[in-house]
Every structure is written in structure tokens, then in C-alpha cells.
């Protein structure tokens, strides 16, 4: 297995992004999910006008195998925002270093 500085200048790229982007607290797997619903008051305005109905934010994640929804707060939703999209950021990250790893085997190369 080659040293860190043996590697290929792309590829140390992609080991620095995922460090820099692991310093950071917060990775949360799951996706966005925006509701628009009726609630329960019969005088509300989401009952009479069906383009006025209450906007509510989900995370959809998959627990034990189950699927759920978990409702986000709105004082949350950047955080919550923040911490999915860095999630698919590392995923990302880690799927090319994986490849080039692959790619490295199949070369049978360090």
C-alpha cells in the first residue's frame, strides 16, 4: 500500500476533502421531505383553499429496516439541511476513493 505521498495528487484531493469535511460536526443520512397537509380546525383556511394548506419539513430515514418520517422543526431546518448534504457529500467522497482503490486492485499496482 503506497504512503499517503505516494499517492496521485486526485487522490490525496479526495483524502483532504473528506478529512476537512469529517471536522465539521454533524452528518445525518436520509432525505428532505417537504408535506403540505390539512389540519384538524374545520374554520382553517388549509380546509376552504386547497394552495393554503400547512408546509411541514420531514427527514425520511430508513431505522432496522423500517421506514419513518421524523418531523424537523422549523428553528432546525438548516442544521438539519446542513448535515444531509454534507452526509452525501462524504458518501460521494468515499465512493471515488473506493473506485480508485478498485481500480488499483484490478491493476494489481500499490
Do not use: F
Amino acid at each position: 500500500m503506497p504512503t499517503r505521498s505516494q499517492l496521485p495528487e486526485s487522490e490525496r484531493d479526495l483524502y483532504s476533502k473528506l478529512r476537512k469535511l469529517l471536522r465539521e460536526p454533524g452528518l445525518l443520512r436520509g432525505n428532505l421531505v417537504q408535506m403540505r397537509r390539512t389540519c384538524g380546525k374545520k374554520s382553517c383556511h388549509c380546509h376552504t383553499d386547497p394552495d393554503s394548506k400547512h408546509v411541514s419539513l420531514y427527514l425520511g430515514v430508513s431505522i432496522e429496516g423500517k421506514h419513518k418520517m421524523i418531523y424537523v422543526p422549523a428553528h432546525w431546518e438548516q442544521r438539519v439541511r446542513t448535515w444531509v448534504e454534507r452526509y452525501s457529500q462524504a458518501r460521494e467522497l468515499l465512493q471515488e476513493i473506493s473506485a480508485a482503490n478498485l481500480k488499483r486492485l484490478q491493476n494489481r499496482k500499490d
